[in-house]
């Protein structure tokens, strides 16, 4: 590659970096100002760091219940996918009649637009007894967010060689313990992976944990926020340290698994 290739390369990256991190930025600054510097001066540092901030947002409002709601909700989710994604993946392994329709079936909920379930889903959570709770908000969550899981984990199993599946069945392996002992280990690269995008969309997700839940007994930590911003009062700067708070377990689980998803996106390539 050229000089000039090279350098155009790095700045776009350097472009494209600068985006994603100034809003970061502000973010994580404003939240250590106060009310009246964040209007006097907005995109400066603050004038005099209010570490206090954040222990005043966690005394305003219980964020640590939200957290507890978000994770769990994003928990049982995450769950239920990908141990449906991987029953599914590998009964399409086998070709049935009904596979194609079956496989565009699983795939169909990427193309309809999530603001159209709105309605239907509410009603049926309601009738089922379970709004206003994390196992609702959860289930609601594993349907709304299959789609993604099974594609990664579909897409990674396909790379198996089938003459691995082949040589257990001859070794007298059944179609159970086949999936048990060599299909859904040899996918767990794919599993890792879509687990870590499943956990960090539910865990943002606000629309139907808005809609789903009414108080703290299954409120999120994305809806909790919304509380330090009402119609006729604004306390931005703990506004601001609590959006830091409820973005922090998603950084901190990305920064650390950050190879792992890596490897295991380009494992099935290598295998």
Known sequence: MSIIGKSFRWVVLGVFTLITLLPLLWLVASSFKTQAD????????PSEWRFDNYAAALDAHPLYLYLR????AAVLATVVIVLASLMASYAL?????LSRATFGFLLFGIL??????MTPIFFL???MGLYN?????GLVYAGLFFPLGF??????MDTTPAEIFEAARIDGAGFNSVFVRIAAPLASPGAITAAIFLMITAFNELLFAAILTKDTEAQTIQVGVRYFLTTYSANYPLAFAATVIGMA??????????DRIVAAMTAGSLK
């Open 151 to 156: 594609l990664i984990v579909k897409t990674y």
């Open 249 to 258: 377990p998603t950084v901190v689980i990305y920064i650390i698994l950050s």
């Open 69 to 72: 709601n978000s994770i769990g």
């Open 93 to 97: 392994l086998h070709r049935f009649r």
């Open 112 to 117: 309809l637009p999530v603001n159209a379930l």
């Open 38 to 45: 964040i209007f006097a001066n907005p995109f400066g540092l």
């Open 133 to 137: 709770s994390v196992l609702g908000l």
């Open 125 to 127: 959570v309601n009738m």
